[in-house]
Structure formats: structure tokens, C-alpha cells
């Protein structure tokens, strides 16, 4: 199977050769974009610090083989451990370190570029799915979310695969090759261990398509018997869990979830109107990376005097984004709906079914928490929805218009361009000044020469603590200590230096013992101690400040 389709694809690119070339150069160009500076800008969050611990302690056999993943959240509940899995096995082969255990990202965010152009070709000529496959490779977001290592940045991947396969299973029916069963099966498996919302999502679409096929033809109960049984395998280490621990895992589950309810004052039609507008901006930001990555901004909050200690610039991307947000989400969803019922093609009307009924159930899986996922992230399941729209825009515009529409979409195109290498050459200047660093992000790079100035400080108090032992204490704001202490420690570890936090007994401590406060640049600037301490010194790291304290 796979092989007459690699021919196919072939032949037909030996028929293209310009084809061919622009395939590649962007091909190339994406993966410029998402391994360039990869470990000096990598971003390198407690999370990641923990996640690199834990894999060092598996290499090492200090700790076996995880059963079970990453938290969701802040929730006792646990995902899979496949993504774990792929760590582990990338720091085997590299060795361990912070950019090691993210090119399994990096890896799958690459390979989502060409498997985006096939999957867009089930419905688009090739001009279409190579200019999308285009934007998508220099979409701002989406690099950013390929260059470090997080338990949701391989979604995309799995999603696109386990939806080119459903669709390929929805048209063979029972006649499909055995390769895409495996495919399948391998995607829905890995899938639901990156997310809860796939966790709910993939099965509940799988299940959709069993009983519609089961129902016309009953010869694919063996194919659907074969996608699950290799979905457990993959799952195979948290049922291992759940049958020591009597499904503790499963309970935290559906007590979370189900105790999940609106936030005070938000009921189904605010968390419905919550959802549609946060869905509408993050397709904006998928496609022109404005109005920042994260949070969602609701008109309630869309006013200048919020925007006072910001400029006015801030207010009309924001503004932007929800309206063109809202408009192009709304064109996207009338055209899929049109183009459905218009299409007499089985195979392309099964596609676009089944992305129809993709769309609608993820909105509603994520409708009951709404108002407590009020990020863009949240929406990585549908990050290929706005590219898929902006396609349909291209077709209806070009088939109805026919060379008038060049007039009108042209421009679109072109500022969704200059948008993203706007955003990126922003974010650019800003990692070569080594500005990056805030209380909520962390860059590696800006990290380790936090870390250099920490070691290099005289510090003759280490035997007090512990013979043998180079110990450092960190202190300073919560929010610093919360998110710089694990990466930090993490970094002072290689030097074999020991990283301690917010020491209490501090009267107890020896006279010549060294305190770290880190902050934000400049508020302490003014101050000759901190919290009884003397400042002996401090150094400036883009936008955190470093003070040396002594009692």
C-alpha cells in the first residue's frame, strides 16, 4: 500500500519539477525556522526541568520506566507516559541534556510540514496545500511550539495522522490496506496520552466511526478489533497502574472533570460565547501570530484604559484579532458546511465530513471548561482548522471569482506573511539582546549566564552545610522563586553546586553565607538589603536581576 503510494507521489513530482522546488524550499525554510539557536533560545521551564530530572534518574536506574505521564494541569489526574517514553529514548541516543530531550518536538513539528501538504491534497489542487503548507511553516506559534519540549507539542503531528487515516478508513471501509489500520492505531494510542481533551476527543470520534461503518458493513469489525488492540499496547503501561493502584488514576479522572463545573457567574451560554470567541482568536493567531500566544482577551476586557501601561498598539492587534478572528472563523465554518453538502467526490466529502464532525466535537469537549481554558493553546487540536479555512476561502474565491479573486485574496495572503516575519523578527532581536527572559519565561541561554555569575561567586561557607557539598540558597518574589528555582538548580547541578530555596531558619545561617535574590530587573535597585540581607552585589540578565546578599 505504502509503497504504490510513495510511486505515486513520485512519479507525479517527476512531472513537477517546480513543484518540487518550492515543496523543498519550504520544506527547508521550516526547518530553518524551528532549529535555529534551537538550545541557546530554548525554553526551559520548570516543567522541563523536572521532566529532564526524571529522565536522568531512568538513564541512570535510579527510578524504573514511568507507568504514568505528565499531570494534567494542576490536577492529580496523570496523562501517558509515551511522552516520557520519547524523552527517554532521545536522551539515550543523544545523551541527556536540556535540547536533547526536545528534538523529539522539534522532530514531529518538522514532520508535520510535509504530512499537512498530503493531508490538505485529499481536497485542494497543489497550489493550495503548498501555500498553506507555507504559512504554516512560518507561522510564529507554531515554531515556537516545536522548539522545546512539552507533552502537547507533538499534537499537531498525531492528530493530522490519525485523521488522514480515519479518512482513508471511511473510504476503503473494509478493503483498507493494513498499513493504515497501524496507522491508525499508532496515532489514536500516542494521541490520547498528549492531552486530556485528545484523551476524550479521539476515542469519542473513533467510536462515531465504528458504529457508522459497523452499521453498513460488519467485515470491519476485525480492522476496528486490530486499531484498539494496538492503542492498549501503547496505553499498555497505565493499565499496568491502574490495576496496582485499583484505577486511582481513572478516579482522579472523573472527579476532576466532573467536578469541573463553570467558574462563579459563568453559565452554558457564557462558556459557549467564551469558547467561540477563544477559539475565533486562536485561528487568528494560528494564521498571523498577532496579539501575542496565550491568554484570550474577551470584549468585556477590550477597552483603551486597559492598554494605559501599554501602547495603542497592543488595543488594535487585540481588537484584530477578535474581529477578523470571529469573521474568518464563521466564513471557514459556512464554507466546510457548503462545500459538504455541495461535494458529489465520496473520498473529498468524507473528508470534509470528517473534519466537520472533528471541529464540532472538540469544541464541545472543551465547551464545559471554557472558562477555565481561556488559552489559545487549549485549541493546538484544531491548530490545522484556520489553514483548512483560509484553503476553502482560496477555492470558493477562485471558482466562483476566478482571476478577480487575486484581487481580494492576494493581500490577505501577503499580510498574513509580512505578519509572521514581522512577529519573528521581533522575537529574534529580542533573544539575540538576551531579553527574553520574564517571570513566565524562561530561555536557556539567558538562564546558564544566571548560572555562571551564581557559581562564580566566592562562596567559603559550603562546609557549614555539608562536607563535600557546594550549596547556594535562592530567594527573592514568589513568582521568580516559583519558575527560576527547578531551572536553575537544574543548571547549578551540572557544576555540582546545590541549589537550595527560601531557607527559613535565616538566623541560623553563617555569618559569610551567600544568598541569591533574583527579580525583576530594576525594582531593587534602590535597596541596600534585602529582607535583612546586604546586597554585596549584583549583575543584570536582560530582564531579571541577580543580587549576591550576605547576612
Known amino acids: 500500500?505504502?509503497?504504490?503510494?510513495?510511486?505515486?507521489?513520485?512519479?507525479?513530482?517527476?512531472?513537477?519539477?517546480?513543484?518540487?522546488?518550492?515543496f523543498c524550499g519550504i520544506f527547508l525554510v521550516g526547518i530553518f525556522l524551528r532549529t535555529y539557536h534551537f538550545r541557546q533560545w530554548l525554553y526551559f521551564y520548570p516543567d522541563q526541568a523536572r521532566d529532564l530530572m526524571l529522565t536522568q534518574d531512568v538513564l541512570a536506574g535510579k527510578a524504573a520506566w514511568p507507568l504514568l505521564g505528565p499531570i494534567a494541569a494542576s490536577t492529580p489526574f496523570k496523562l501517558g507516559p509515551i511522552y516520557y517514553y520519547f524523552q527517554i529514548i532521545s536522551a539515550k541516543i543523544f545523551g541527556a541534556a536540556p535540547q536533547t530531550v526536545a528534538y523529539p518536538d522539534v522532530l514531529f513539528g518538522i514532520l508535520t510540514l510535509p504530512l499537512l501538504y498530503f493531508f490538505l491534497k485529499r481536497y485542494f489542487d497543489s497550489k493550495i496545500a503548498l501555500l498553506m503548507m507555507g504559512l504554516y511553516s512560518i507561522s510564529f506559534y507554531v515554531i515556537r511550539y516545536s522548539r522545546f519540549a512539552w507533552n502537547s507539542n507533538p499534537i499537531?503531528?498525531?492528530?493530522?495522522?490519525?485523521?488522514?487515516?480515519?479518512?482513508?478508513?471511511?473510504?476503503?471501509?473494509?478493503?483498507?490496506?493494513?498499513?493504515?489500520?497501524?496507522?491508525?492505531?499508532?496515532?489514536?494510542?500516542?494521541?490520547?496520552?498528549?492531552?486530556?481533551?485528545?484523551l476524550v476527543l479521539l476515542p469519542m470520534l473513533m467510536l462515531l466511526t465504528?458504529?457508522?461503518?459497523?452499521?453498513?458493513?460488519?467485515?470491519?469489525?476485525?480492522?476496528?478489533?486490530a486499531i484498539f488492540l494496538i492503542a492498549f499496547a501503547l496505553n499498555a503501561p497505565q493499565l499496568i497502574s491502574e490495576s496496582r493502584t485499583h484505577f486511582q488514576n481513572s478516579r482522579y479522572f472523573f472527579q476532576v472533570f466532573s467536578g469541573r463545573s463553570p467558574q462563579q457567574g459563568s453559565g452554558l451560554l457564557e462558556n459557549f460565547a467564551l469558547n467561540v470567541i477563544c477559539q475565533s482568536q486562536a485561528n487568528a493567531v494560528f494564521l498571523s501570530s498577532l496579539n501575542g500566544v496565550d491568554s484570550c482577551t474577551v470584549f468585556s476586557e477590550l477597552r483603551p484604559s486597559t492598554y494605559s501601561e501599554g501602547t495603542i498598539t497592543d488595543y488594535v492587534i487585540s481588537m484584530f484579532s477578535i474581529v477578523f478572528g470571529f469573521c474568518f472563523s464563521a466564513a471557514g465554518y459556512v464554507l466546510l458546511v457548503y462545500y459538504f453538502k455541495k461535494e458529489k467526490n465520496e473520498r473529498k466529502k468524507i473528508f470534509l465530513g470528517t473534519l466537520l464532525i472533528y471541529s464540532v466535537l472538540t469544541f464541545l469537549v472543551i465547551l464545559p471548561v471554557a472558562s477555565h481554558n481561556s488559552q489559545v493553546r487549549y485549541w493546538q487540536p484544531t491548530l490545522f482548522l484556520p489553514f483548512l479555512f483560509l484553503g476553502l476561502l482560496l477555492h470558493f474565491c477562485s471558482k466562483r471569482f476566478s482571476k478577480k479573486c487575486n484581487w481580494f485574496l492576494a493581500p490577505v495572503v501577503v499580510f498574513l506573511?509580512?505578519?509572521?516575519?514581522?512577529?519573528?523578527?521581533?522575537?529574534?532581536?529580542?533573544?539575540?539582546?538576551?531579553?527574553?527572559?520574564?517571570?513566565?519565561?524562561?530561555?536557556?541561554?539567558?538562564?546558564?549566564?544566571?548560572?555562571?555569575?551564581?557559581?562564580?561567586?566566592?562562596?567559603?561557607?559550603?562546609?557549614?552545610?555539608?562536607?563535600?557539598?557546594?550549596?547556594?540558597?535562592?530567594?527573592?518574589?514568589?513568582?521568580?522563586?516559583?519558575n527560576y528555582y527547578k531551572p536553575l538548580a537544574y543548571v547549578l547541578w551540572q557544576r555540582n553546586i546545590n541549589l537550595l530555596k527560601n531557607q527559613k531558619d535565616l538566623d541560623n545561617l553563617p555569618a559569610d553565607a551567600i544568598f541569591f535574590h533574583v527579580g525583576q530587573k530594576g525594582e531593587d535597585q534602590q535597596l541596600t538589603d534585602i529582607n535583612g540581607f546586604t546586597i554585596s552585589q549584583g549583575k543584570s540578565f536582560g530582564n531579571i536581576d541577580v543580587y549576591s546578599l550576605k547576612k
Open 156 to 198: 499537531p503531528f498525531f492528530v493530522l495522522l490519525f485523521l488522514l487515516g480515519l479518512t482513508e478508513f471511511l473510504t476503503a471501509k473494509e478493503k483498507t490496506a493494513w498499513g493504515w489500520i497501524v496507522v491508525i492505531g499508532i496515532a489514536l494510542g500516542v494521541g490520547v496520552q498528549l492531552h486530556t481533551v485528545l
Open 210 to 225: 465504528f458504529g457508522f461503518l459497523v452499521k453498513k458493513n460488519q467485515h470491519v469489525l476485525l480492522k476496528f478489533f
Open 1 to 22: 500500500m505504502f509503497k504504490s503510494v510513495l510511486e505515486n507521489i513520485v512519479t507525479k513530482l517527476k512531472n513537477n519539477r517546480r513543484l518540487v522546488l518550492l
Open 417 to 482: 506573511v509580512v505578519a509572521n516575519f514581522w512577529t519573528i523578527a521581533l522575537q529574534v532581536k529580542k533573544y539575540e539582546a538576551q531579553l527574553q527572559n520574564t517571570p513566565q519565561y524562561v530561555v536557556l541561554g539567558e538562564l546558564e549566564n544566571m548560572r555562571d555569575y551564581i557559581a562564580a561567586q566566592e562562596h567559603g561557607a559550603k562546609v557549614a552545610f555539608l562536607v563535600g557539598e557546594d550549596k547556594r540558597m535562592l530567594n527573592g518574589p514568589d513568582k521568580y522563586v516559583q
